[in-house]
C-alpha cells in the first residue's frame, strides 16, 4: 500500500524558508514520478513541483521556479521541497503525490499546512 506522510510546515514571515519532507512507503521509490501540490483556501490542488526518482528529473510550476527546490533521497525514500523567498500566495496546504507516470496524480499525504504571513 502506496503511503505518503509530509512533513515540515509552519508559519513564517515573507522572505522567510521552510522545507517540506515526504516520507515515502509501500512502493518501490526508484520509479516514480512524485509531485508536491498546494491547496489555497477555497482553491482546487494545483501542481507546484514534481520529481522523477529514477532519473532525478525536475519540474517547477512558474510561480516558484527560482525559489524552491525539489530533491528526493532515494536511500531514505524521501522527497524534499526547498522553500525560499516565500510569499504570502504560497500559503495552502502542501500535499505529496506519488503515480508511476504522471506528476500530481496518484495517492497523496495527509499534507501539511504553510502559512506565509506578509
Known amino acids: 500500500e502506496v503511503q505518503l506522510v509530509e512533513s515540515g510546515g509552519g508559519l513564517v514571515q515573507a522572505g522567510g524558508s521552510l522545507r517540506l519532507s515526504c516520507q515515502a512507503s509501500g512502493f518501490t521509490f526508484d520509479d516514480y514520478a512524485i509531485g508536491w501540490l498546494r491547496q489555497a483556501p477555497g482553491k482546487e490542488p494545483k501542481g507546484v513541483s514534481c520529481?522523477?526518482?529514477?532519473?532525478?528529473?525536475?519540474y517547477y510550476a512558474d510561480a516558484v521556479k527560482g525559489r524552491f527546490t525539489i530533491s528526493s533521497d532515494n536511500t531514505k525514500n524521501m522527497v524534499y521541497l526547498q522553500m525560499n523567498s516565500l510569499k504570502p500566495e504560497d500559503t495552502g496546504v502542501y500535499y505529496c503525490a506519488a503515480d508511476l507516470y504522471r506528476c500530481y496524480s496518484g495517492t497523496r499525504g495527509q499534507g501539511t499546512q504553510v502559512t506565509v504571513s506578509s
Open positions: 520529481i522523477s526518482t529514477s532519473d532525478h528529473s525536475t
